[in-house]
DNA sequence: ATATTAGTTCGTTTGAAACCGAACTAAATA
DNA sequence: TATTTAGTTCGGTTTCAAACGAACTAATAT
């Protein structure tokens, strides 16, 4: 693989997934692993490829492994970990975002319950919003389903 | 409507807002206008429920009404601006937000392209995700249009 | 035993976002 | 004309997450 088309995409993940939340290095590390072999990466290979001290590179690999979105795999007389991505739970974690749409639904839902002008125009502009909201989260989770259906 | 009630509601919809990225005040804001009738409330109103400084809220509320989310009324011979919600563009925000699927969806396919082990298990992994993405990217506006010719 | 190496821990620094207060503009009122 | 009021602007402070460096642990290798 170039080297220089490497690090112009581990930055653009960096980028695409700070604007989703992550922290820059944790971007950056998730690019890196991206455009990793399966056999995985050693830690002093991602400190280096993401040019970033040894403590950022373990609380941003340690936050990753815990939410489950790395792995590693070790070699007995070795001491070295070989961390990799498991993009099992990309597809999981999505239907768990779904969840946003219920509870925003019932926020919505326990503010009309508050007001007294049930028969208002913004009231019944809520009562709408919430319902489109419990549809999103039920059909999120179906049109996920689906594909995995699909897929099996 | 009981005002400790609303105080706790505003309360909950700021924290809301804030874990979806919106800065606290924000948040407080929008709650306290969900919470209003639709004749909209003053900035002065508005400044003294969420309990924030002059700028905080002329910047929030700016930055809102910017986005859309905030809209206000004026009555002739009256220098007031009376702020209320606009609750229609959250359903075309949501649709937006579908965007992210199919963004993702060729930030993966970048990745393929780069790869050189096209039949590995993680390319092939990588080409899975891809296509969940690109499926969701499709699905989402689908069921929302769904949704919009239910409701018009 | 000594030296490397892999990774962790923890106290400090940095930088950006959020918020603030005070001074300001511009319209309305007296 | 002078004053009040609605809202803005802007420079400064606070706050908090992210990143850092240096010292540490524990396993391996010499």
Known sequence: MNE???????????????????????GRLIGYLMTSNEKGRTFYEIHQFVNASKSSVSTALNKLVEKGLVKYLTISGDRKRYFFLDLKPWISKTKERAEF???????????VALRGD???????????LEAFHKYLAEEMPKIIDKWEKMHL
Do not use: H, M
Not at 5 to 22: I, L
Not at 101 to 111: G, R, T, V
Not at 118 to 128: A, G, I, P, R, Y
């Open 4 to 26: 220089k088309a490497r690090v112009d995409y581990v930055e653009k993940v960096g980028v695409f997934f700070e604007q989703n939340g992550y922290p820059p290095v944790a």
């Open 101 to 111: 749409f219920s509870s925003f639904a019932s926020l919505i839902s326990d503010c």
């Open 118 to 128: 049930k028969e208002s125009e913004f009231t019944q502009d809520l009562v709408k």
